[in-house]
């Protein structure tokens, strides 16, 4: 069936791409399969990234396109560790090395 699929999307210059959709203001989410040109960011984008694409107000005509490697294990473990880094380069005083006493919402607002 899938094959069939990609010749069919083929003929047309596309390739099917798994696409999810959500509308904020109406309360909806699809995910669906859809053929997608050959030139279009998700055509392009490596099967081991992901790409999201935000129509907005200001990304009304050309949406904002943020793209990077999927969460695959050495991305997932990459991320947690750099996470706990930061975490703690901010609850360890520099000159004492003794842990601080703040709570997560302080740290929500450390840039």
């Known amino acids: 069936l899938m094959k069939e699929r990609v010749e069919s999307a083929a003929e047309k210059g596309c390739v099917p791409r798994h696409v999810s ?14 053929d997608v040109p050959l030139n279009h960011v998700f055509a392009i984008t490596p099967p081991s990234c992901e790409c999201v694409r935000f129509f907005t107000e200001r990304h009304r005509s050309y ?3 943020i793209q990077g490697p999927s969460a695959g ?5 990459s991320a947690l560790l750099a ?19 703040t709570t997560s919402a302080d740290l929500a607002n450390v840039v």
């Open 83 to 101: 996470e706990l880094v930061n975490l703690m380069r901010n609850k360890v005083s520099p000159k004492s090395g003794t842990i601080l006493r």
């Open 63 to 65: 949406p904002l396109i």
């Open 73 to 77: 294990a050495d991305s997932t473990a």
């Open 21 to 34: 959709s959500i509308d904020v203001k109406a309360g909806t989410i699809e995910v669906k399969i859809v």
